[in-house]
């Protein structure tokens, strides 16, 4: 058992699991229109990334250019990366996660999905993955993604 934050005089606990395994979603949200790409995987490198760009790129259509926003991470700027022609990387600065609008969907995913649960193993953790993803809608991705300089527009 572990201790939360809670109501003052309150002493909520909940459950601490103490082995660590790890998935990894690469996602890509449209903040304007809530349209979603995601990739689950059991790591992270060049290859994940470039799995996924091509998903987005397919998933977006030869028709639409899109502009992807992501950090500094080591798969996001590899030389090995592959990058569809209708995709732009938008590199954010170093050490600015607050500009990254798709940070806050994974405190969201974390806080209502997927923390202060036991999973069973792997498989178990790669499911409820899977299923969080699924339950977010248009709308619910949109709003947690909003930012201030990404304004909306007609573009889907």
Known sequence: MTRRWGLRGSRPTAVQQTEYEWVYLFGAVNPI???SSALLAPTVNTE?????LRFISEQAGADVHVILVLDGA???VAKALDVPSNITLLPLPPYSPELN?????WAYL???YLSNRVYKDYNHLLAAS???WR??????LCSICRTDWIPPTNVS
């Open 33 to 35: 229109t809530g349209a």
């Open 48 to 52: 994940y990334m470039n799995h996924h």
């Open 74 to 76: 080591g798969w996001h």
């Open 101 to 105: 609008p798709v940070e806050r969907l």
């Open 110 to 112: 974390r806080s209502h």
């Open 130 to 132: 899977g299923q969080a």
């Open 135 to 140: 339950q977010l809608t248009p709308d619910q």
